[in-house]
């Protein structure tokens, strides 16, 4: 008589399943990134605004910024490439350097982890985090910053030519102005350790690449640093920062992600204290997180402003102590991420003022408490962007100097 065939081991029935999940998850991301893509430009009106900088540049020879200091990197790299390309192209460059952005994590974590897989874990909370999958998948600055912030940080890490960090890192700065302080943080405060002369070399280059990159919106602004601000959301004074400060952080992370995350954090202190590796983990990224915190505070006006604070709150995980204890935690966070690109929970209904104007300003004159779910982040977005294209059209032609231009709104 022959043996019977021994049953499969269940472990490996487990790592197949698995990748089957995995190939599952992230076709249904792509399926949902793809209508983004197909759909055209992006919903968000300083998308078009930087598409009528470049119109503008090109039709007239003026540089004018999108909004305020405006973000040349953006402005010129969007506008080329949809002159080249349309929305394909500029879009494509911006899932490259959403490749670029999660590779960067990924290798930022698994140096101080020592592990792939928990590396993985933290990157693909980046990855499939739908806010950044819109920045992925949209002609944005948001990317652009977000990118070359995170490549330049691995590159110091790495320890290329400091040179090199501060151009990239600097470049990160055209791409989006609120990462000037972040960009200095890790060229001053960053491992490895360097000399006094070398970081001055740095840090000049740095301030070089500032000061050349945003010298046209200077100029424009006839000598005016005024510009160098942003629209803040004080129309419904202090009661209204706050209450878009704590509310709309759940666009980001959904209201359970929230919940995880606090979690996630309290036990790294508690874990961090308990094993004597210190309770702040490495505290220059304190500083930075800090510091993005600060400017959310300052202008909570949209969830992507959070993506740096995000990017680093992962890297500030990446300990080894850390991850064992919470790995289940983030798993259940990245199904909750994966879940809110298809069905977004709220806590509040909010009420808009209603206007004729093709324009009207998106603020919120009224809530209640009312537990509801809507389509979710990413498969609702392609209505999103035709329901603003007439309206952003409009901000296109006004920016370009076809239009009056109507009030830049946004940041």
Not at 36 to 47: E, L, Y
Not at 330 to 340: D, E, G, I, K
Request: charge should be neutral; include cysteine.
């Amino acid at each position: 008589m022959t043996a019977p065939d021994p049953a499969p081991h269940p472990v490996g029935s487990t790592r197949h399943l698995t990748r089957w999940l995995i190939a599952f998850v992230v076709l249904a991301e792509c399926v949902l990134v793809a209508r983004i893509v197909t759909t055209g430009f992006g919903a968000d009106n300083d998308t078009y605004l930087m598409l009528g900088t470049w119109d503008r540049l090109i039709h007239h020879g003026t540089y004018s910024p999108s909004r305020f200091q405006g973000s040349p990197l953006a402005e010129l790299s969007i506008g080329a490439l949809s002159e080249a390309g349309g929305h394909w192209l500029s879009a494509a460059m911006s899932i490259v350097l959403a490749a670029l952005a999660v590779l960067s994590l990924f290798d930022l974590a698994k140096r101080r982890l020592g592990s792939r897989s928990d590396a993985a874990l933290l990157a693909a909370i980046l990855a499939l985090t739908p806010v950044f999958l819109v920045a992925a998948s949209t002609s944005h600055d948001y990317i652009y910053g977000l990118a070359l912030f995170l490549a330049g940080w691995n590159a110091q890490e790495r320890g290329h030519d400091q040179r090199l960090v501060a151009l990239i890192l600097g470049m990160a700065t055209l791409g989006r102005f609120s990462y000037v302080p972040l960009g200095a943080v890790v060229l001053l405060a960053g491992p490895p350790s360097r000399g006094r002369r070398e970081r001055a070399t740095s840090t000049a280059v740095y301030a070089i690449v500032i000061a050349v990159g945003y010298l046209p919106a200077y100029l424009s602004a006839d000598g005016s640093f005024n510009i160098f601000t942003a629209d803040r959301p004080t129309g419904q004074g202090l009661v209204g920062l706050v209450g878009r400060a704590v509310v709309k952080p759940t666009l980001l992370f959904g209201v359970v992600g929230m919940a995880l995350l606090a979690v996630v954090i309290v036990v790294a202190l508690v874990r961090g204290r308990a094993t004597g590796s210190g309770m702040s983990g490495e505290r220059w990224l304190l500083v930075m997180i800090a510091i993005t915190v600060a400017m959310w505070v300052w202008i909570p006006v949209e969830a992507s402003y959070l993506l740096p604070t995000l990017a680093i709150v992962l890297v500030w995980l990446a300990r080894v102590e850390v991850v064992r204890v919470v790995r289940p935690v983030l798993l259940v966070w990245l199904v909750t991420l994966v879940s809110l690109a298809w069905i977004e929970p709220h806590v509040f209904r909010f009420t808009y003022a209603q206007s004729d104007d093709p324009c009207p300003a998106d603020e919120a004159t009224d809530y209640s408490f009312s537990p509801h779910v809507t389509r979710g982040q990413l498969l609702s977005y392609p209505s999103l962007i035709v329901d603003n294209l007439p309206c952003n059209e409009l901000r296109r032609a006004g920016q370009g100097g076809a239009l009056p231009s109507p009030s830049l709104e946004g940041g």
